[in-house]
């Protein structure tokens, strides 16, 4: 019932990105459009020998290939599904990039013709002649990366988040025969505890405690990480990755 209910409320609510996307769809086709052929596209014969009569105006390849892969990447970003650490970052800047490249684009085309030009000047026209050839760079890399086996993250935060935020790093010290054990954190640094001092907790004392609390039927994901053992965002994608990987060997065939 709440599945559907969601579906329902996602789906009738998307009516007014249709309404945005209409009028920028028509400026954003014209301006690429128009900046192409000042670039030199224009109508080309793509089969020779074969359908020599077919025409096909190349200028149309700018809207369609830029425009088109910074709404793929976009929604490769923000959306809630678990994909690959370093595909939801790489969606997330060239999304950044390609609205960037998207903007300078109309931005150059209304100045040239407010300017009268009825040719683009050289530097434009090596920009735009790359630009079919990055976005199919960036929609290529993309494509790839989301076939990546890496650690699947389902926040584009916590992603983002575990980009910039390094864990604390766990480091163990084999301790020699008749010492009371391994030396961790601060006693090797030597650092003695002062009164009412709270002592830093590892990475191994955070999975411990994940690994106690969680049980059959649970998904480790970061959110549950974070709200069951109070760790950072970055920290609790490196825990929510642990804990899949103690399931899935111990089940191997799920």
Known sequence: MTTTTTTTTTGRGRWPLGLLALPAAVAIWSGWVGLGQMAGFGVVHPLPGIADQFELNSAITLPIGVEAYSAYALGTWLTARAIPGTARRFAAWSSLAALGLGLLGQVVYH??????????????????????????????????????????????VEALAAEVEPAPATRVVESSPGSAGPVTGAKRSGRSKGKGSVPRRLFADYLDQARTQLVE??????????????????????????????????HPTR
Do not use: F, Y
């Open 217 to 250: 039927g649970t998904e480790p994901t970061p959110a549950w990480c974070r709200q069951t053992t109070g760790c950072s965002a970055g920290l609790s994608v490196r825990l929510a990755a642990a804990l899949r990987a103690d399931r899935d060997h111990a």
């Open 111 to 156: 100045l040239l013709i407010a300017s009268g030009h009825e040719h683009a000047p050289t530097p434009v026209v090596v920009l735009v002649a790359c630009l079919p050839v990055l976005v199919l760079g960036a929609g290529a890399a993309l494509h790839h990366l989301l076939a990546d086996p890496d650690t699947p993250t389902a926040d584009p």
